[in-house]
């Protein structure tokens, strides 16, 4: 049995998801928002996270995340902590970074192909927590099999983004949603393998004027 690829992400409602535990987070970029998420996490909220989370699975983690994580963690005594560090971390980082963390693999050669083959061995779920570029590689490839994205009432503007233009095309099924008071919405989103459906509002055929639209338009490409 294959593992499954599930994230578990915070974003904005303009789809930031950058340093959304505090200001020293991720400043890259010069972004000047960091711990975004804390005036609207309640009880409510941490439940949706711990929800999608799952209980139970290995890490999947980009390079800065997993830093963050691994200079966090391990000196934590709560129950994320002690499962963060009882499970396996797989990570897509050089050699620039230290696998100090306990229970961590370095993605070794072509980091889509390294994702796909350990997909394709026997375990646990492999859950994504930040680790935007991460996200944005295996989007590319069709390799995530479930989105859950938590969105917060609060537009950021710039800042690394949890979709970028190479996401592969296609349809995902809704299968579950739910929302706190604070206004944090949770989505979960599973991948159909199918093109985006498409159609159209137009009930007549094209007019004079629709038809000069279309080639005006098709001269700016």
């Known amino acids: 049995m294959t593992r499954r690829i599930r994230t578990a992400t915070f ?8 340093a959304p535990g505090g200001p020293d987070e991720d400043p890259t970029g010069g972004f000047a928002f960091g711990g975004w998420v804390w005036p609207h996490f309640d009880e409510a909220s941490g439940g949706l ?10 890490l999947l983690l980009g390079r800065r995340t997993y830093e963050i994580f691994a200079a966090w963690w391990p000196h934590m005594d709560d129950e994320i902590g002690r499962t963060f560090n009882a499970i396996n971390k797989y990570v897509a980082a050089g050699p620039e970074t230290p696998m100090t963390w306990a229970h961590s693999h370095r993605l070794e050669g072509d980091l889509v192909e390294a994702v796909r083959d350990l997909k394709a061995t026997d375990g646990r779920d492999l859950l994504i ?3 935007s570029e991460l996200i944005h ?3 590319a490839h069709g390799l995530i099999d479930q989105l859950t994205v938590l969105t917060f009432p609060i537009l950021l503007g710039a800042g690394k983004r949890l979709f ?3 996401a592969r095309p296609g349809a995902w099924t809704l299968t579950r949603t739910r929302q706190t008071e604070t206004g944090v919405t949770a989505h ?4 159909t393998d199918a093109p985006p459906p498409t159609g159209s509002f137009g ?7 629709e038809l000069a639209r279309r080639v005006r338009w098709a001269r700016e490409d």
């Open 137 to 139: 590689a295996l989007l």
């Open 11 to 18: 974003v904005s409602l303009d789809g930031v998801m950058q």
């Open 129 to 131: 927590q930040g680790s």
């Open 188 to 191: 979960t989103f599973e991948r």
């Open 203 to 209: 009930e007549i055929e094209p007019g004079e004027a």
């Open 49 to 58: 996270m711990d929800e999608a989370m799952g209980e139970d699975y290995d």
């Open 164 to 166: 970028d233009d190479g």
